[in-house]
């Protein structure tokens, strides 16, 4: 009964370096989530998938950031030529249904830090 | 645009006090709302939601649409409901929250 997990727990980067975070939802949620939670902020809104389609990205802050979710499980992270405005706990949610229900399964997060 | 105040960034109170926590949301149109929580060395939980009408760990919230807010509040505070509290705002339709920037409550023996 694992519920969402997210790797690397926390990565230090150089500043232009590229990453990549790991999301594995829960067994078949349909629908997974990314946030980006700044220092003393609030969890914000990054991108959406219903099983393998993206169907909203209006969060990515620019396009140095870009998800993935190929098959419908798995989903990833990629943050090219990272810059220290970066730095923030990135957050993996997933919830079972395709609606409207609010109810969304957390990761831990992973911890970037740009130096 | 959607957004969620909660104006209290700490908030500290003693065992057996009433709390309330604020928050007031700006939507044009029917909004869910939810309050999440996050004890310490633990991840981000739903603690309630307003269409459930529910109480959670003595905790209610009702939603109040002429005042547009959706407090958290509990009669007798517990020393274990210290923790990290957010409210968020869903848009009709949509599954995507809006969070706003959280209230730390501390509750004191």
């Not at chain 1, 914000?44 to 499980?73: C, H, I, M, V, W």
């Not at chain 2, 459930?52 to 517990?78: M, V, W, Y």
Request: proline share 5%; net charge positive.
């Amino acid at each position: 009964g694992a519920g969402v997990s997210q790797s690397p727990r926390y990565k230090v980067a150089k500043r232009g370096q590229d990453v990549a975070l790991r999301c594995d939802p829960i067994s078949g949620h349909v629908s997974l989530f990314w946030y980006q939670q700044a220092l003393g902020q609030g969890p914000e809104f990054l991108t959406y998938f219903q099983n393998e389609a993206q169907l909203d990205k209006s969060g990515l802050p620019s396009d140095r950031f870009f998800a993935e979710r190929p098959e419908g499980s798995v989903s990833t992270l990629k943050i090219q030529r990272t810059q220290q405005e970066d730095s923030a706990v990135y957050l993996c949610a997933s919830s079972p249904w395709g609606g409207n229900t609010g109810e969304l399964f957390f990761g831990e997060g992973s911890r970037l830090t740009v130096l | 645009a959607q957004r969620v105040t909660q104006p209290e960034k700490l908030l500290s109170v003693f065992k057996g006090a009433p709390v309330e926590l604020k928050c007031n949301y700006s939507y044009s149109g029917s909004p869910e709302l939810f309050w999440y929580v996050q004890y310490s060395r633990q991840r981000l939980q739903l603690l309630l939601r307003h269409i459930s009408r529910e109480s959670i760990k003595g905790f209610t919230a009702d939603l109040n649409k002429g005042e547009t807010s959706f407090h958290l509040k509990k009669p007798f505070a517990q020393e274990e409901d210290s923790a990290m509290y957010y409210c968020a705002l869903a848009q009709g339709g949509s599954e995507k929250l809006v969070f706003g920037k959280g209230t730390k409550l501390t509750v004191n023996p």
